[in-house]
C-alpha cells in the first residue's frame, strides 16, 4: 500500500536500509578501547556493551527504558514484569551506566504514571533527585473504566551539587493577552508586530510538547517515539555545544538526532535493528536540516502558535 505524498514517515525495513545499519557499531567495535565512539549508533543490547562506554565520558544521560507495559516494539515484544521484577530490571540499567556520567553531569529519565513509582524511588539511591517534569501528551487512547492516560513523567537528577543547567535556553514564549504596562511601556514582555510575548521560566509540567505524527519529518514508525521538541528541552538545559550526550535505549534515535541539530556529541544504543536504519536514516537527514519542530531562533514556542 502506497503511503501519501504527505506521509513522512520513516519505515523502511532492514534490507533497504542496509547500508544504514552497516554505519552502526557492533559490540566487538565498542570492546575496542582505543575507538572514538562520539557520534555513533550501538547496535546491540545495553547491558551486553554498556561496561565497555568510557567512564566519566557523557555530560548528560536521557534515559527511555520500555515502561512496564505488555507491547510490540516492530518484532520485538516486551511483556509487563511484577512490580518487584521491573524493579530489578532497573536497577540492572542504572548500574550498567552509572559509571558513564561525568561527576558534573545530569540524568533524565522518561516513564510513565505506573513506571514512574518505582523509578523515582531507585534513582535517589544513585543520584540527586532535582525534579519530576510532567509534559502532556495528547495522544492515547480513552478508557470506559478509568481517566484517560495523557501525561509522562521525566525524573531529572544529577550526580553532584555541581550541575549546568542553563535557564536561558529553555525560555519558553507566551503570547501576551492582558499586557500591563508602567508609565506606557511594556512591563515584563515585548511589543512586535507580530503580536506581544514574554519569554517565560519553564515550570515542570510542559503542555507545548506536540507527539510527532504522520506530515512530520522527525515521525518514524516507533510505537513510542519521544519529540525532538521533548530532547530539545532536555539537552540545551543540561548541556552545552560539544558536551556529549548519551543515550542507552536510543530507540529510533530521536535524542542522537536532537543533540546533533543543537551541536552537541552523542553515543546511543540499541538493540532493535530496523530501529538502527531509522536512526541512522534520521541523522543523515539532520545533516542539512537543523529544524526542530516548535523550536525557532533559540526560542520554544507554544503548542500551534501560529494562527
Not at 548500574?95 to 545530569?106: C, F, I, M, Q, Y
Request: aromatic share 10%; with cysteine; proline share 4%.
Amino acid at each position: 500500500m502506497n503511503k501519501s505524498s504527505r506521509n513522512k514517515t520513516i519505515d523502511i525495513e532492514i534490507d533497504e536500509g542496509r547500508d544504514y545499519l552497516d554505519r552502526c557499531l557492533r559490540t566487538g567495535d565498542v570492546k575496542d578501547q582505543a575507538r572514538d565512539l562520539s557520534g555513533t549508533i550501538i547496535c546491540a543490547d545495553m547491558l551486553d556493551v554498556c561496561e565497555y562506554i568510557p567512564a566519566g565520558c557523557a555530560d548528560l544521560m536521557i534515559v527511555d527504558p520500555p515502561y512496564n507495559l505488555t507491547k510490540d516494539y516492530t518484532g520485538e515484544s516486551f511483556r509487563k514484569m511484577k512490580p518487584e521484577e521491573y524493579e530489578e530490571y532497573t536497577r540492572r540499567w542504572l548500574d550498567a551506566t552509572r559509571h558513564v556520567l561525568k561527576e558534573n553531569g545530569s540524568v533524565y529519565v522518561c516513564c510513565d504514571w505506573e513506571s514512574s513509582l518505582i523509578i523515582g524511588k531507585l534513582l535517589g539511591e544513585y543520584y540527586t533527585v532535582r525534579n519530576r517534569i510532567t509534559w502532556q501528551r495528547e495522544k492515547g487512547r480513552g478508557s470506559k473504566s478509568n481517566w484517560k492516560n495523557s501525561m509522562e513523567d521525566i525524573w531529572f537528577a544529577t550526580r553532584s551539587d555541581e550541575y549546568k543547567f542553563n535557564i536561558d535556553d529553555v525560555k519558553i514564549r507566551r503570547r501576551v493577552i492582558a499586557p500591563y504596562r508602567d508609565e506606557g511601556e511594556p512591563k515584563d514582555w515585548q511589543e512586535t508586530e507580530n503580536g506581544n510575548f514574554r519569554d517565560t521560566h519553564p515550570s515542570n509540567f510542559w503542555d507545548d510538547i506536540t507527539v510527532p505524527f504522520w506530515s512530520m519529518a522527525e515521525n518514524t514508525a516507533h510505537p513510542a517515539q519521544k519529540p525532538e521538541k521533548l530532547m530539545a528541552k532536555l539537552i540545551l538545559a543540561s548541556s552545552n555545544e560539544g558536551d556529549l550526550v548519551f543515550d542507552p535505549f536510543a530507540g529510533s534515535g530521536t535524542a542522537c538526532v536532537t543533540a546533533k541539530k543543537l551541536g552537541r556529541r552523542f553515543i546511543g544504543i540499541e538493540k532493535n535493528e530496523r530501529y538502527c536504519v531509522w536512526a541512522q536514516q534520521r541523522l543523515e537527514m539532520a545533516e542539512d536540516d537543523k529544524t526542530i519542530q516548535g523550536y525557532e531562533q533559540g526560542v520554544f514556542r507554544e503548542r500551534n502558535y501560529r494562527r
